[in-house]
């Protein structure tokens, strides 16, 4: 041991620590790590069990330096004064020490005043219940040092019954704040250990304390922390959480401020303009046409599936519903109910009572007429598009359409063939009304980000960006603008593919983002964002009043939220995408309804709290017919625009105290509510 506290003690001549700096211990939890503490304290420097920080010097591969100071906490004991003095009466009459602690922190804080008493210390090198039975059998000692966990996992250990009892004439145990002490001494009592005298005892940077005496100093702690963040300018208020042993969380709401006057109406007709530029010479009129007519052969594909499976082989012919919706497996029979009531709504089918029937004026919807419809569609499609992607891929599973409504088939496999995305790609990129709607966003992008300077780049998220139909547009419209754009999408196979095509542009990342979660459990804070951009993803939510006031979460005060969403049924949607959609638990499901419509999306928006300020196409826009939207709505900005970074570094600058997590809330948590972070709170309450 004196060899190796010589060669550490050489070690740290040779860099030079002094008072103030942290060693790092990255080794094994052996006697080495002790001969490093004593080395550490004949220095003055203070010593942490944890890996080394990343741009530290290196000591060798066990040991580094971090040359700033830093705060002392992995350890309670950090000189030869009252902590140590404490430690020493604690061990009075400790002849023989078993340690089970680590030795870089509470086990070596008890070894080391254990020596100066003196007092025996024996070390536990093995981790598996019977093993530490079987050392402490072998030791004999008076005085045991463990962890809370460790006590539980012993005590509850089979081993513990065949190892019969352990006795102590004292027990150290490292405890927590937050400890029953109560439980414990009732697990105490019911074990293996036997001890005369039990301590809890919370190592902190105020050296051991009893867990009272920890809630106490934690609780003083947060309010110091709350009102040193209280006095960051842009910060009326704060509530502190403890996060881990040494770091805390912290909810902050906003300093008020006077809200800029809106500018609406300036919003929507600079966006206006800059369409009316760029399409001045598109045929709108023949995009509608040609939507309209995939739309009457999606309806006699319906028809032509359901003869292949059995039903509705002759006009006038009466089938009972029941016996229609038995063509569809159990999952489908919801989605062929809708097919049932718009079959109905545009007469192709007609009820008498519990009977369906096809009536006579219907017309032909065998193979062959629908083989030369779809010739004539696709002609149709690529004079007014230039391209055929989406007819193709509707004309698929037009031809496997019973197999999918049966369960024989899987609609991914018609989108993605092979893993192919061509037609996902042409699907969000063809038609007349996804051409303006991702158009409409990249010009509010735009004049977003035109007057950002280079210190202050905007800030997008772009949710469900799957194969790119959105970013690639936006992101050409936003060269030479200082811009961190997150790609994101709940599948990785989409982010591959992104990362491949946008590799060379430094200002996009890409992470994975799923609407239907909270975004704190995702790696995501609130105020991240300027804008959160979702085309055409949130009818996929399962409930998009929580999906969208989640976004609103993660936008700072005036943020944008700017969405494009179909808001009518597409009958050819239904006999296709509609199979690979989930279940929603909003009005949907109670309506029947593939998507909310337009009145309902705005419903949405105001429940969130959000101010609506585009909602385009303008009402005598051809595409209005079709009733594919751009909506654009903001967060009140009568808040400060106050960042989470800010305040982490102003308490740290402040108090020296380590914030991990800072959230930016309406208003603070009510005593008795479930923490800083209740995911589950209303979108109102938290930005």
Not at 447 to 456: F, K, L, T, Y
Request: charge should be negative; proline fraction near 5%.
């Amino acid at each position: 041991m004196l060899d190796a506290v010589q060669r550490y003690r050489a070690l740290l001549d040779h860099h030079a620590p002094g008072a103030g700096h942290r060693l790092t211990w990255a080794g094994d939890e052996g006697g080495e790590v002790l001969a490093l503490r004593i080395a550490a304290l004949a220095h003055g420097c203070r010593f942490a069990g944890t890996s080394p920080p990343a741009g530290t010097d290196s000591m060798g591969e066990e040991v580094a330096v971090e040359v700033a100071p830093a705060v002392f906490a992995e350890s309670a004991l950090d000189d030869y004064g009252g902590t140590l003095d404490t430690l020493r009466q604690e061990l009075e009459g400790a002849r023989r020490l078993a340690v089970l602690s680590p030795l870089s922190g509470f086990g070596g804080d008890l070894s080391l005043a254990a020596w100066d008493v003196p007092a025996t210390v024996m070390c536990c090198g093995v981790e598996q219940a019977a093993g530490v039975f079987a050392f402490l059998e072998s030791a004999g000692a008076d005085t045991l040092v463990l962890s809370e966990a460790q006590l539980r996992a012993l005590s509850a250990h089979p081993a513990a019954l065949l190892a019969g009892p352990v006795p102590l004439q004292s027990l150290f145990i490292e405890s927590r704040a937050d400890t029953d002490q109560q439980e414990l001494m009732t697990l105490l009592a019911n074990g293996p250990f036997q001890a005369r005298g039990t301590r809890f005892l919370v190592p902190s940077d105020q050296g051991l304390l009893t867990p009272e005496e920890a809630r106490a100093r934690r609780c003083q702690q947060a309010r110091e922390l709350e009102q040193a963040a209280a006095t960051h300018p842009r910060v009326s208020e704060a509530r502190a959480q403890e996060d881990d042993a040494d770091t805390w969380a912290l909810a902050v709401v906003a300093a008020e401020r006077t809200p800029v006057p809106a500018e609406d109406t300036l919003w929507r007709d600079r966006v206006l303009t800059s369409l009316d530029g760029y399409f001045a010479d598109t045929d709108w009129h023949g995009g509608v046409a040609a939507t309209r007519r995939l739309t009457d052969i999606a309806l006699r594909s319906m028809l032509n599936a359901l003869t292949h499976r059995g039903v509705f082989n002759a006009p006038e012919t009466g089938y009972p519903e029941e016996r229609v919706l038995a063509c569809a497996a159990e999952r489908h029979r919801p989605l062929l109910r809708r097919w049932l009531v718009v079959l109905e709504q545009q007469g192709l089918l007609r009820r008498d009572g519990d009977q369906l029937a096809v009536p006579a004026r219907t017309g032909r919807y065998d193979d062959a007429v629908l083989a030369r419809a779809w010739d004539e569609m696709a002609a149709f499609w690529r004079t007014v598009t230039g391209a055929s992607g989406t007819i193709d891929y509707a004309r698929e599973n037009s031809a496997v359409l019973a197999q999918l409504l049966a369960g024989e088939r899987q609609a991914v496999e018609v989108l993605f063939p092979a893993g192919r995305t061509e037609r996902a790609e042409a699907l969000y990129r063809e038609s007349p009304a996804a051409r303006y709607q991702h158009r409409a966003v990249a010009a509010l992008l735009a004049e977003i980000a035109a007057p950002r300077e280079s210190n202050d780049p905007l800030c997008v998220l772009e949710v469900g960006a799957g194969t790119g139909a959105t970013s690639e547009v936006v992101l050409p419209a936003l060269a030479g603008k200082p811009l961190h754009y997150v790609y994101t999408d709940v599948s990785r196979f989409f982010l591959d593919q992104a990362a491949e095509r946008l590799d060379r542009d430094p200002r996009v990342t890409f992470a994975l983002y799923d609407i239907d979660c909270p975004p704190r459990q995702q790696g995501f804070s609130s105020h991240q964002f300027d804008v959160v951009i979702g085309g055409g993803v949130l009818n996929a939510a399962r409930d998009t009043d929580a999906s969208v006031g989640w976004l609103r979460q993660l936008l700072r005060p005036g943020g944008w939220l700017v969405i494009t969403e179909p808001t009518r049924e597409e009958f050819w949607v239904m006999a296709s995408q509609a199979f690979m959609l989930a279940d929603a638990g909003d009005e949907r499901a109670r309506s029947g309804q593939t998507f909310l419509d337009r009145e309902q999306w705005l419903r949405v928006l105001d429940r969130a709290g959000l101010d609506r300020v585009l909602d385009l196409p303008p009402e005598d826009h051809p595409l209005t017919a079709l009733g594919h939207r751009v909506f654009a709505a903001r967060t009140r900005a009568d808040r400060a625009d106050v960042r989470p970074d800010e305040v982490r570094r102003h308490c740290q600058r402040t108090l020296g105290m380590m914030v991990s997590r800072v959230e930016i809330v309406d208003r603070l948590p009510e005593p008795g509510e479930d923490g800083i972070y209740d995911s589950a709170r209303t979108a109102g309450e938290v930005k």
